[in-house]
């Protein structure tokens, strides 16, 4: 399959910095990128949609100006988390996908960035 | 917006038998259903998909049923071995012209017992 390419893997910060993470699809044109969060234990919670050269789409309950998010070109989205706190501690993962035309094909993650503020 | 349900949250079963998860969702516009494995601390890995146009599908020990008008789908793994322990996701695409997102079940964490 596909390579999506997640950058740093970890990564400790103090509280009230920022920290940037990087998604690379290395193989293919990813027209559209999705961030995830992920607690111990539980599910993947959709953070964010991003295309291409335009706005991302947060998801409920998201703050915007928190997780900044940026979809540049076709093989790179960065999230940034801003002012970061303990609580936004977790595993962030990204998943890319190319679209063919109105079919939806196979979402490939990144290695995911586990976040530890302290 | 869609909204995927799967149960059971943990399974466990002994090495030889099978093991079902089974998800629900809930907007009926969804049109692919894939299935992921994710070991601790790792990205998820795709195992299996179906599209909507399909009923079933099947991989060696792994298949896929849909039922469109129920909108419910199902994993099946047969002559389970302790590597497939592991927390499986399903997961459920919506239309592209509604931003096709993937939208995760809460996982099942299965256990198989040597």
């Known amino acids: 399959g596909a390579v999506v390419s997640q950058h740093p893997s970890r990564v400790i910060c103090k509280s009230g910095t920022s920290v940037k993470i990087e998604c690379r699809s290395l193989d293919f044109q990813a027209t559209t990128m999705f961030w995830y969060r992920q607690f111990p234990k539980q599910s993947l919670m959709l953070m964010a949609t991003?295309?291409?050269?335009?706005?991302?789409?947060?998801e409920q309950g998201v703050e915007k100006d928190k997780f900044l998010i940026n979809h540049a070109s076709l093989t790179l989205s960065t999230l940034t988390v801003t002012s970061a706190h303990p609580e936004d501690s977790s595993f962030y993962i990204c998943?890319?996908?190319?679209?063919?035309?109105?079919?939806?094909?196979?979402?490939?993650f990144g290695q995911g960035t586990r976040l530890t503020v302290v | 917006g869609e909204n995927v349900e799967q149960h059971p949250s943990t399974l466990s079963v002994q090495e030889g038998d099978s093991a079902v998860i089974k998800c629900t969702y809930s907007d009926s516009a969804s049109n692919y259903f894939p299935w992921y494995k994710q070991e601790l601390g790792k990205r998820p890995q795709l195992i299996i998909d179906?599209?909507?146009?399909?009923g079933e599908k099947k991989d060696q020990r792994i298949a896929v049923t849909l039922n469109k008008t129920a909108k419910h789908f199902s994993l099946h793994i047969t002559e389970t071995q302790p590597e497939d322990s592991a927390v499986y996701f399903c997961a459920a695409i919506g239309p592209q012209n509604q931003g096709g997102k993937l939208i995760f079940g809460q996982g099942t964490e299965l256990s198989v017992k040597p």
């Open positions: 991003s295309n291409e050269g335009s706005k991302a789409t947060y």
């Open positions: 179906i599209r909507s146009n399909v």
């Open positions: 998943s890319a996908r190319a679209r063919q035309g109105w079919m939806n094909t196979e979402a490939f």
